[in-house]
């Protein structure tokens, strides 16, 4: 409903594997950033192209959970001049936490 009434917030799909075409605020991926559905190489591309795409002190959320309702593991990272700090850590945390946090553009 907001993306409807608040032409501010905005809610858009994207190939990870491919730049941002314009810097946002904020990129929330939720159970997508899963070490079994991309190799290292691949990661380090996903998140050369998110840090690109955020806005300076821009956020990332990631994480995932098994079933409904049960606890997220995740974290919220910000973006700085050489990669990302965690901020904010959910559960187990997220299960790249140690990639996002290595990631050094």
Not at 30 to 52: A, G, Q, R, T, W
Request: proline share 5%; charged share 25%.
């Amino acid at each position: 409903n907001t993306a409807k009434t608040d032409p501010r917030f905005q809610l858009r799909q994207h190939d990870l594997l491919t730049p941002l075409s314009k810097p946002v605020h904020i990129i929330r991926a939720m159970n997508v950033l899963n070490p079994s559905y991309f190799s290292e190489d691949e990661f380090f591309k996903i998140l050369k192209h998110i840090h690109e795409g955020l806005n300076s002190k821009g956020v990332l959320i990631t994480g995932s959970n098994q079933e409904a309702d049960t606890t997220v593991d995740g974290g919220i990272y910000e973006k700085n001049k050489d990669g990302f700090e965690l901020v904010e850590q959910s559960g187990e945390g997220s299960p790249i936490n140690n990639l996002i946090l290595k990631f050094n553009k």
